[in-house]
């Protein structure tokens, strides 16, 4: 305490948004109050390291709200309920720009539309991206790029006849603009199957693409395609 200034003797009591709840006229009281220790709300009152007592925020005076960011920006918050708000998942773009924060791997994996476990492979360093994405724990503006992640990853939509219709930065931006899940969108561009969502997709920004070579596919027999260019070899002897 700073030399003649007086001790506030006034506690308060805050939920986890920082609203104020009740006020006490001294630590005391609150303990009698919690039936918690009155040496364990002083000490959260401090906010360093207790955080939080009896599942409330703790502050000297009567204030009608606090700012809890200074609180969510420390590392050690896993024994506070506190914890549940803090975000300790960084999202950035392939240039390391910062994209969003999460609570934890499996609210950034629902966010995004991909499972948690690849988010936290990332992050673990067994990874380079997920869902298009770099992961992190570090929270910044801005990160530095491992080299060997490209970041030209164009993903091009066409149609049945293998016409370009548009490109996107991602699948993931893809599957969120059209609709498609993004998964589906990968699994053509990786030749696991042929068509997702009535289109085909490959990576680049290629005007056109060669639908003939596609017939060699092991999934061709059955397929959308298969079907749209019978149809298009019937429409022609028709017309």
């Known amino acids: 305490m700073e030399p003649g200034k007086k001790m506030i003797s006034v506690i308060s009591r805050y939920n986890l948004n920082g609203v104020l709840l009740e006020t006490y006229p001294n630590a005391g009281i609150a303990a009698k109050a919690m039936k918690r220790s009155c040496r364990f709300i002083s000490y959260a009152t401090q906010g360093k390291r207790i955080i939080t007592a009896a599942g409330y925020v703790w502050r000297r005076g009567a204030e009608p709200e606090i700012d809890l960011d200074p609180l969510l920006k420390l590392r050690w918050l896993h024994n506070s309920p506190l914890a549940s708000k803090q975000h300790t998942v960084a999202q950035y773009d392939l240039e390391g720009k910062l994209v969003n924060t999460y609570v934890n791997t499996k609210v950034a994996g629902k966010a995004v539309g991909m499972h948690y476990q690849g988010i936290r492979r990332v992050m673990r360093g067994q990874g380079l991206t997920c869902g298009g994405f770099i992961w992190s ?35 993931y931006i893809a599957g969120k603009v059209t609709g498609i899940d993004d998964s589906s969108i990968g699994h053509v561009i990786h030749g696991r199957v042929l068509a997702a969502g009535n289109f085909l997709w490959r990576k ?36």
């Open 204 to 239: 680049g920004a290629a005007l056109r693409i060669n639908v003939n070579e596609l017939r060699r596919h092991k999934c061709y027999e059955g397929s959308t395609l298969q079907r749209h260019m019978k149809m298009k070899r019937k429409m022609a002897a028709q017309g």
């Open 137 to 171: 724990k570090e929270i910044k503006k801005k990160i530095k790029v491992d080299p060997r992640i490209k970041v030209d990853t164009t993903i091009s939509q066409y149609d049945l006849d293998g016409r370009w219709i548009q490109s996107f930065k991602s699948a």
